[in-house]
């Protein structure tokens, strides 16, 4: 039987996000935001959720504490890449080469449980996987690189779409695509295994509709907009 597992990428600093500790930390609602991230991945039938760490993380016990099913793992790299990767090779221990990895942002934690059932639901099947994006609703230009930038063309945003996460992906591809060299510089695991796809070695990632309220909070005035869709799901007057 296929098995899935969780990983949670929450090695970084959040440096743009204007936040003077790891973002995945700071409080969102009154909770921080990774602890409201790991209670959507909670209703995904999972083996484990790995949450990969910094080496030096002192923050994770006593924000987050313990949870069922939830492991840690201090491996974070220099990249986000480079963390997914170092937590993929340990899961290859236990994992069988069909399993899945489902690879989440700890600084998405607006996912709905729709979104993440029609994710799981629509590729139970496939051979190598996909993630969940939307298709672009607004006019976008591509500038022209000078510093004071102005348009060189705008783009046919018909066959765009918006890459979110979670990203599912069969784990013997997954840790193929990001072993690969320059694997360290892909900013998504769907970019990893698309560079695989390329040589011929997989079927490309598969598109799947997600939710816009599932946003990556990146900016200060991301918090805001967060802690809005979060009180809204609930249900809670604000």
Known sequence: MTRLYVVVPAAGGGTRSGSDRPKQYRLIAGRPMLAHTLDRLAAIDAQATIVALAPGDRDYEHAIGARPGVETLRCGGATRAR?????????????????????????????????????????????????????????????????????????????????????????????????APGAEDATDEAQAVEALAARGRCAMPRLVEG????????????????????????????
């Open 83 to 179: 963390t997914v990767a170092a937590a993929v090779g340990a899961l290859r221990a236990r994992a069988r080469p069909d399993d899945w990895v489902l690879v989440h942002d700890a600084a998405r934690p607006c996912v709905p449980a729709d979104a993440l059932a029609r994710l799981v639901d629509t590729l139970k099947d496939d051979p190598v996987g996909g993630l969940l994006a939307i298709p672009v609703a607004d006019t976008i230009k591509r500038a022209d690189g000078d510093t004071a930038a102005r348009v060189a063309r705008t783009e046919d945003r018909r066959a765009l779409w918006q890459a979110q996460t979670p990203q599912m992906f069969r784990c013997a591809i997954l840790a193929e695509a990001l072993a």
């Open 211 to 238: 939710s816009r309220a599932n946003f990556k909070v990146t900016y200060p005035d991301d918090w805001a907009i967060a802690e809005a869709i979060l009180v809204a799901q609930r249900g809670e007057p604000r």
